[in-house]
Structure formats: structure tokens, C-alpha cells
């Protein structure tokens, strides 16, 4: 399940996914986004530290969903193949789970192949397509997940790359109201709150490199959950949302990470 049209790498200017997979040490990208990538670690150096504490939470929270009943999940903005997966935490536990992927970055359908190794039992998909087409997502979703069930809507470090006059909000309510009573709502989001100068200063790189960073407060992160029941602890710093679920990851321990995570269930 992919998009229809081709679509062409720009590799004129940084992408978001491409430089995240650079922060985990991947090869999937190119030297733009490598330029960019070294200019945010001048900022801050612990950006590599982030992006793995990002994939931790989503490890963590995928391993308490599946352990409380939930077998379908929809994973926005997933990324570059890294291991283990999502489908892979929850199929471990739960090897009926049932998984859409999803992201508009050409390099990430390239390895879709990856993405789809996933249970005899369970089923892994790949859908191309952009946050901001929310009725795309939910159409492809719908091919694959029972929209009677629940399903835990994964968008884990993804949002600070959509801005409020480009609708953030608008479009997690969009998908969210989609989902049936019992759905979840897993996000990570980086905040501006513990470094705001280094913040201030990544944002101006990353505009006039063509790329939006939103950063957002706790109390601005904790609006997208808005209606619904926060899991406890409810909006945390990433590192510590339920860290007995996962393994901590090196350098987390250095410093605060900038950055909140929180998981929400609909009525």
C-alpha cells in the first residue's frame, strides 16, 4: 500500500526524516542533511541523545498499550527503518497486532520492505503520504485496521515540524476523530522550555533552510490532549515517561531533555 504518484528526492535542502536518521548514526542521507545535522549539534550536542530518547519512549509506550489490550496502530511521520520497530515491540507481545506506517519522505517508502517484516499472525503496512492530509491517512488506514477497534495513533517527534498556522492541532483532532471511543494518542514534541536561546537559534537555521521547527511549551504540548484521559503520569520529559518499560539510553542522564511525551486515550 503506497502512493500513486512517483515522487522525486530533494536533496536540495534538509528533511527532517533524512537528519534524524543521521542523528541515529543511519546512512540514509545525504549531505545537506549531515551540514544541517552538525549545525544543530553545535547547539546543543546532546540532538543525537534526543532522537534515541524519542524512539526509547516509542518503545515504551508501544509496550504499554500492547499490554493493555491494544492491537492496531497507526504510526505517523515513522521515519527511516531503525530496529527494532513498532510493529516489532508490539508484535512481540502481541504477534495479532495489526500496523499502518506512514510518512511522506520518498527515502522511507524506498525501505518499506523493512518496514514490513513483521508476524505471521500480525499484519505491517506502509502508507505514503503527509501529516497534512489527514483524510489520506485515515482512507489507507482504513484498508488494513478495523476502525470499530481501537487504535493508537502514533506521532512521535513529529509535530514541531508543523506549525500552528499550518493547522497542528486541526489535524491531530481530524485523525483522532476518525479513531473509534477507546483509541489512544501516543506524541513525543521538543520544547523550547529548558534552552531558549539554543532554541531560538535552531529555529532561525532550520527556516532558512526551508524547514519548520515549532517548538511548543508543556502547557502548549498538552493541548493536542485536549478530551482525552492522560495516561499517569500524564504529560512528562520524554526520558521520564514510565522508564521501567524500556532501557535508558546513554547520555539521557546528562542533563534535561528537552523535550515532552504523553500518551491519551479517547471517550
Known sequence: MTGQHPIEIDTSRPHPARMYDWYLGGKDNYPVDEAMGRQMLALDPRVPVMAKVNR??????????????????????????TEPNLHQIAQEIAPDARVVYCDNDPIVLAHAA?????????????????VRDPDAI?????????????????????????????????????????????????????????????????????????????????????????????????????????PELGEPVPGQEDGVIPGYGALGRTS
Open 56 to 81: 526509547a519512549f516509542m518503545h515504551r509506550a508501544t509496550r504499554w498499550l500492547a499490554g493493555h489490550g491494544v492491537r492496531q496502530f497507526l504510526d505517523v511521520g515513522t521515519g527511516i527503518p
Open 114 to 130: 523493512a518496514l514490513l517484516r513483521g508476524t505471521e499472525e500480525g499484519v505491517t503496512e506502509y502508507l505514503q503520504a503527509d
Open 138 to 242: 485515515i482512507e489507507g488506514a482504513k484498508k488494513v485496521l478495523d476502525f470499530e477497534r481501537p487504535v493508537a495513533l502514533s506521532l512521535v517527534a513529529l509535530l514541531h515540524f508543523v506549525s500552528d498556522a499550518d493547522g497542528a492541532h486541526d489535524l491531530v483532532g481530524r485523525l483522532l476523530a476518525a479513531l473509534p471511543a477507546g483509541s489512544y494518542l501516543m506524541m513525543t514534541h521538543a520544547t523550547a522550555d529548558f534552552s531558549p536561546e539554543e532554541s531560538a537559534a535552531a529555529i532561525a537555521k532550520l527556516k532558512a533552510a526551508g524547514v519548520t521547527l515549532a517548538l511548543r511549551s508543556r502547557t502548549e504540548f498538552g493541548h493536542f490532549f485536549d478530551g482525552l484521559d492522560l495516561v499517569e503520569p500524564g504529560v512528562e520529559v520524554v526520558d521520564k515517561w514510565h
